[in-house]
């Protein structure tokens, strides 16, 4: 019989091997929504730091949790652990629900489509970056599953500073593009 702290930490990791299968997936749609927007006179907003800070994040959130999970010995709390899936279960729901809402529309990247109005409905209706939300949540719910706190905590700290410029950025594209949100 297996002891059920190295059921759950192998049960982790392999949370994170699913999360980096799903995010390869969502890389392939992007692509495929990247060549549909621009076809149509979408045009990629430049982000020289921004782009590159967040894609190595999310690449670290990939591998850095169950490191620390695993180097530093954390164990799995049940009190800690099941909650935080809630939570990050929440977050995935969400973050479909905004890809559902935006269709051919969704991009990670700043896309500027002219003369397209900004999309309003699903999650947009109640909130302006609802995705953000979810990645925020995600990025904090995750690692906290097996008590990773600190990756919980760099990850949250480093997603607050590239989402202050990200969404600058993406106000801005809205604004210069005539798809000022209401």
Same mark, same amino acid.
């Given at each position: 019989?297996?002891p059920?702290a190295?059921?759950s930490?192998?049960?982790?990791a392999?949370?994170? #091997?699913l999360l #980096?299968?799903?995010r390869l997936?969502e890389l392939?749609?992007?692509? &495929?929504?990247?060549a549909?927007? &621009?076809?149509r006179?979408?045009?990629l907003?430049?982000e020289?730091v921004?782009? %590159?800070a967040?894609v190595?994040?999310h #690449?670290l959130?990939? /591998?850095?949790?169950p490191?620390e999970?695993?180097?530093l010995d954390r164990p799995f709390r049940?009190?800690?652990?099941l909650?935080?899936l ?9 973050r =479909?629900?905004?890809i559902g809402t935006?269709?051919r529309?969704w991009?990670p990247?700043v896309v500027?489509?002219p003369?397209?109005?900004?999309v ?5 209706r &109640?909130? &302006?970056? %609802?995705n =953000?939300?979810?990645?925020t ?6 690692p906290?599953v097996?008590g #990773?706190w ?6 949250s700290?480093?997603?607050?500073a /590239?989402?202050?410029a ?7 594209a ?9």
């Amino acid at each position: 019989m297996v002891p059920l702290a190295i059921e759950s930490r192998w049960a982790f990791a392999a949370l994170f #091997a699913l999360l #980096a299968v799903e995010r390869l997936a969502e890389l392939v749609v992007a692509r &495929r929504n990247l060549a549909w927007a &621009r076809a149509r006179g979408g045009k990629l907003v430049p982000e020289p730091v921004v782009w %590159p800070a967040m894609v190595a994040m999310h #690449a670290l959130f990939l /591998v850095l949790p169950p490191l620390e999970m695993a180097l530093l010995d954390r164990p799995f709390r049940p009190a800690l652990g099941l909650p935080a899936l809630a939570v990050a279960a929440a977050a995935m729901a969400l973050r =479909y629900w905004v890809i559902g809402t935006l269709g051919r529309r969704w991009s990670p990247r700043v896309v500027v489509l002219p003369g397209w109005p900004p999309v309003t409905g699903g999650p947009f209706r &109640r909130l &302006r970056h %609802p995705n =953000y939300l979810a990645v925020t949540m995600e990025l904090a719910a995750l690692p906290l599953v097996h008590g #990773a706190w600190l990756s919980a905590l760099l990850f949250s700290i480093a997603n607050a500073a /590239v989402l202050r410029a990200r969404i600058r950025t993406e106000e801005q594209a809205l604004a210069s593009s005539g798809g000022v949100r209401p």
